[in-house]
């Protein structure tokens, strides 16, 4: 993967409206939610919850998921290490064009990876990017299981399988940590609160 783009006979188009402007027509200021945790941890619950919340207080806002972008954006990617990190290399570019729109995004991947999670921290203007880890036990995603994932993986029959036969590599320092198996209005606040 190249960190410059593989086209020579290009050049950035510089438009007349700034993300600032943008910021400034919508109210609120641009920022990547970035949630992480192992699968069932309830990310996308959360993601979707403070998604509402947000809405209902008058903010432009969006969720992407993991499993959504696989549908479409993302749909020639599997789950090897390699096409993990480029998931997550342009789920971090249409961030930060949402960014750039005056949005805030808020994200549901396991990105396992503290590497493709720091690369997509360095797309951002320092600030606007959040890292929350949903660091909900093992047990309890385990529990939750509602795709089957884990029962499957256990059983050798997914290969790379994030925090089973796969590494899962928890954030070092992220902005918050919240674990869904307590209450979601809980974990909805503590969100809306760190923004």
Same mark, same amino acid.
């Given at each position: 993967m190249a960190d410059q783009p593989v086209a020579t006979n290009i050049v950035r188009a510089e438009g007349h409206v700034s993300s600032a402007d943008r910021e400034a027509l919508l109210g609120q200021t641009a920022k990547t939610l970035w949630f992480t945790g192992l699968s069932g941890s309830g990310k996308s619950t959360l993601a979707f919850a403070v998604e509402q919340a947000l809405i209902a207080s008058g903010r432009a806002c969006y969720v992407l998921d993991g499993d959504n972008v696989r549908f479409g954006l993302n749909r020639d990617l599997g789950f090897s290490p390699e096409d993990r990190t480029e998931n997550i290399r342009r789920i971090g570019?249409?961030?930060? /064009? +949402?960014?750039?729109? #005056? /949005?805030i995004v808020l994200t549901a991947f396991i990105s396992p990876y503290r590497a493709d999670r720091d690369l997509v921290r360095a797309l951002h203007p320092? #600030?606007? +990017?959040v890292e929350v880890f949903v660091d909900t036990p093992l047990e309890v995603c385990e529990a939750r299981d509602v795709k089957g994932l884990y029962a499957k993986a256990r059983a050798g029959e997914i290969t790379e399988f994030s925090g089973i036969s796969a590494p899962y590599e928890a954030p070092r320092d992220p902005e918050l940590v919240v674990d869904t198996s307590q209450p979601l209005e809980a974990c909805v606040a503590a969100v809306i609160a760190a923004l």
């Open positions: 570019e249409v961030c930060r /064009l +949402f960014n750039d729109a #005056g /949005l320092q #600030g606007s +990017f």
